[in-house]
């Protein structure tokens, strides 16, 4: 099992509000615990922190407000004392504004050789004052902003897939490969295991700068080109002993393009937001997890098992709602919302995708059960996607809440007593029944759930990597076996179903008695 931290908001270890590398290290024991086989860290470079961190100004390096490289240094060698292998956020695609090579390219003026490491074009219309393209832009608006020339005309515009503070890089450039293979040396020479690739699929760029059109190729999305840059860097990481996993942060609805990244030598793994994205039914999540299984048995590759991340509305809030899919392009907040529910589905989920083959994810707080902070006070959201979106969009804030660790009140032992400043985003003060203090030792909370099932998990010789074989079920029911002797049963149907034959029950996710499954609740059996 994969565990996300979002470093950001785990632990504040020196009372600034803001999560760092020291409260990192403190609460190790507490993943270790939890029997985290890797961490996943966001980004903690340097940053003028426009887009959280994914804006990066120094990819060899830590922002002060997380610590310091030797810092990084230590927590690696703590965290593989504890077995658990470290991954780290690695944002190729576009760098902030001010990174030292966007900063030369902008002082350079046009035509200087150091703006070709990006996309630097003129405008359209008579005075250059149209954009080079009409793209819209992953956050919504346009892709590009106007430079102002040394001498203070208006000059050329530059590219940006996300904020105007993430200029996108020109992978067409020689160099600006040269500097990925040697940032990824960086860090694989450092002890890292594995890296979480983002915004993947997009780092090449259709030269022509055509507009996006539905019967031709996407100009950004997914261009065959980009292969060749995993395929180097699969080479760089098959040269470490071991060999150092790749982690693709890939966004494509074709599952067939999607399985293009895994091959053999390319990328190791894949997030699988088909799974995370589908609606809380039977027949869809089965033709999810069919569909991943049949894209990924044939190449080799594990599955993923991904409920949410940093991006997207908290699990315990999206199967709360009617519409239980997830889509950037749909309403986040203001939606009736039943918590109760939602988290009873959410317990069921987990032991779901826990006992899929393949490799699962937990994003920090998916344990304890942290439903989506939705009344964040407007001026204290940080998100650009709501300033984006002409403030309709909230963003993603309401899933990056700082957690709770202890006690009856914010900080919730997120900082340490005395801490100067309140925590980044607010926490809801009914948090308090959901604090790791207050859920340990009580069976029926979310982290003992996550607990057991996570220890099952790991003791369980069916839970390992071996295949799926759906047994029969009524409708609106997901039951599948395992060898040896393991079945899943989860019912998504209104009604209550029979509990199929079995030795033992291991786990249920909500109390059961007597021989039928609620609705809503699964159970992990042994059979044999
Ligand atoms: C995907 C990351 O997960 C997201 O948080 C970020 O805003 C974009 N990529 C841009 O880097
Ligand atoms: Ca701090």
């Known amino acids: 099992m994969i565990y996300q931290v979002y470093p950001r908001s785990f632990a504040d270890a020196n009372g600034d509000g803001i999560g760092d590398i020291a409260g990192i290290r403190q609460r190790?024991?507490?993943?270790?615990?939890?029997?985290?086989?890797?961490?996943?860290?966001?980004?903690?470079?340097?940053?003028?922190?426009?887009?959280?961190?994914?804006?990066?100004?120094?990819?060899?390096a830590i922002d002060p407000v997380f610590g310091t490289?030797?810092?990084?240094?230590?927590?690696?060698?703590?965290?593989?004392?504890?077995?658990?292998?470290?991954?780290?956020?690695?944002?190729?695609?576009?760098?902030?504004?001010?990174?030292?090579?966007?900063?030369?390219?902008?002082?350079?003026?046009?035509?200087?050789?150091?703006?070709?490491?990006?996309?630097?074009?003129?405008g359209r219309g008579p005075g250059g004052?149209?954009?080079?393209?009409?793209?819209?832009?992953?956050?919504?608006?346009?892709?590009?902003?106007?430079?102002?020339?040394?001498?203070?005309?208006?000059?050329?515009?530059?590219?940006?897939?996300?904020?105007?503070?993430?200029?996108?890089?020109?992978?067409?450039?020689?160099?600006?490969?040269a500097e990925f293979e040697e940032i990824l040396r960086f860090w694989l020479d450092r002890g890292v295991?594995?890296?979480?690739i983002d915004s993947a699929a997009l780092l090449m760029k259709d030269p022509t700068l055509p507009e996006v059109h539905p019967d031709r190729p996407h100009?950004?999305?997914?261009?065959?080109?980009?292969?060749?840059?995993?395929?180097?860097?699969?080479?760089?990481?098959?040269?470490?002993?071991?060999?150092?996993?790749?982690?693709?942060?890939?966004?494509l609805p074709d599952r067939q393009r999607f399985a293009n990244y895994l091959r053999p030598d390319?990328?190791?793994?894949?997030?699988?937001?088909?799974?995370?994205?589908?609606?809380?039914?039977?027949?869809?999540?089965?033709?999810?997890?069919?569909?991943?299984?049949?894209?990924?048995?044939?190449?080799?590759?594990?599955?993923?098992w991904v409920l949410s991340n940093h991006d997207v509305t908290r699990v315990v809030t999206r199967?709360?709602?009617?519409?239980?899919?997830?889509?950037?392009?749909?309403?986040?907040?203001?939606?009736?919302?039943?918590?109760?529910?939602?988290?009873?589905?959410?317990?069921?989920?987990?032991?779901?995708?826990?006992?899929?083959?393949?490799?699962?994810?937990?994003?920090?707080?998916?344990?304890?059960?942290?439903?989506?902070?939705?009344d964040i006070p407007p001026e204290l959201r940080q998100d650009p996607m709501y300033p984006r979106s002409g403030y309709v969009d909230p963003g993603r804030d309401g899933c990056r809440v700082p957690l709770p660790w202890s006690g009856d009140a914010a900080p919730f032992g997120f900082s340490p007593e005395g801490a100067s400043s309140a925590p980044w985003l607010p926490q809801p003060a009914t948090w308090k029944d959901r604090t790791v203090q207050a859920q340990t030792g009580d069976p029926h909370s979310m982290l003992e759930l996550y607990r057991t099932a996570i220890r099952l998990r790991r003791e369980l010789p069916a839970l390992g990597d071996g295949a799926l074989?759906?047994?029969?079920?009524p409708e609106g029911v997901l039951a599948f076996a395992r060898d040896p002797g393991f079945a899943c049963v989860v019912n998504l149907s209104a009604d209550p179903v029979p509990i199929p034959a079995h030795r033992a029950r291991l786990l249920t996710s909500r109390p059961v008695e007597g021989s039928l499954l609620p609705p809503d609740t699964a159970v992990w059996l042994a059979t044999g």
């Open 28 to 60: 190790l024991d507490y993943l270790a615990g939890l029997g985290v086989d890797a961490i996943w860290f966001g980004p903690w470079y340097p940053s003028p922190m426009a887009d959280a961190g994914y804006d990066v100004s120094d990819f060899r």
């Open 193 to 196: 295991d594995g890296i979480r």
């Open 319 to 374: 199967y709360g709602r009617a519409d239980t899919t997830f889509s950037f392009a749909s309403k986040r907040e203001g939606i009736p919302t039943d918590l109760e529910l939602g988290t009873i589905r959410a317990r069921a989920a987990a032991l779901l995708s826990l006992s899929l083959p393949g490799a699962a994810y937990v994003y920090q707080g998916e344990e304890l059960g942290l439903w989506e902070v939705e």
């Open 129 to 177: 004052e149209l954009p080079p393209t009409d793209w819209v832009g992953e956050f919504g608006g346009g892709t590009w902003t106007r430079t102002t020339n040394p001498d203070g005309t208006p000059g050329d515009w530059y590219l940006h897939l996300f904020t105007p503070q993430q200029p996108d890089f020109n992978w067409d450039h020689p160099r600006v490969r």
């Open 266 to 304: 390319e990328l190791h793994t894949a997030f699988n937001f088909d799974f995370l994205t589908c609606a809380w039914d039977a027949a869809k999540l089965r033709d999810s997890i069919d569909g991943t299984l049949a894209e990924h048995v044939p190449i080799g590759a594990p599955a993923t």
């Open 219 to 251: 100009p950004f999305h997914d261009l065959d080109g980009v292969h060749d840059i995993y395929r180097s860097w699969r080479r760089i990481a098959d040269g470490y002993t071991p060999p150092r996993a790749l982690i693709g942060e890939v966004w």
């Open 469 to 473: 074989r759906w047994l029969d079920a």
């Open 69 to 122: 490289l030797d810092e990084v240094s230590a927590l690696i060698a703590e965290a593989h004392d504890r077995g658990l292998r470290i991954i780290i956020d690695l944002v190729p695609n576009h760098c902030s504004d001010q990174h030292p090579w966007f900063q030369a390219a902008l002082a350079g003026g046009p035509g200087a050789p150091e703006r070709e490491l990006f996309w630097f074009r003129p």
